[in-house]
């Protein structure tokens, strides 16, 4: 017997919350500010405005005259994004196993 192809909301639920976290991330990763730096490094003039990328805390700048730039917080915020992410994973990994399980015949079955 076929499962049934029906829609299940709990399912599409979860779906669409680990979708809108990625794309979250992503936003707050990338998100182009062009200003002031947010952050010092070799090179860097406060007074020639850059591609400040992430919000709130900059992540990464582009300065076109030094090219990318990786910020202090890029190194907390991406391996925390990554563990979130991967635990996510796990646990609907997980969900999914228990909620699959496969059903157990009995002898009666083969009888009749």
């Given at each position: 017997m076929q499962p049934s192809t029906?829609?299940?909301?709990?399912?599409?639920?979860?779906?669409?919350?680990?979708v809108a976290f990625v794309l979250i991330c992503l936003v707050v990763d990338f998100l182009p500010r062009?200003?002031?730096p947010d952050f010092r490094y070799t090179g860097s003039d406060p007074a020639i405005p850059v591609w400040n990328l992430g919000w709130?805390?900059?992540?990464?700048?582009y300065d076109p005259n030094h090219g990318f730039q990786v910020g202090?917080?890029?190194?907390?915020?991406?391996?925390?994004?990554?563990?979130?992410?991967a635990i996510g994973l796990i646990v609907?990994?997980?969900?999914?196993?228990l909620h699959n399980q496969p059903m157990q015949r009995t002898g009666r079955e083969a009888l009749s």
């Open positions: 029906s829609s299940n909301p709990p399912h599409r639920w979860w779906k669409l919350i680990a062009h200003a002031a709130p805390l900059a992540l990464f700048i202090p917080f890029a190194y907390l915020m991406l391996p925390f994004q990554f563990v979130v992410l609907v990994a997980a969900v999914r196993r």
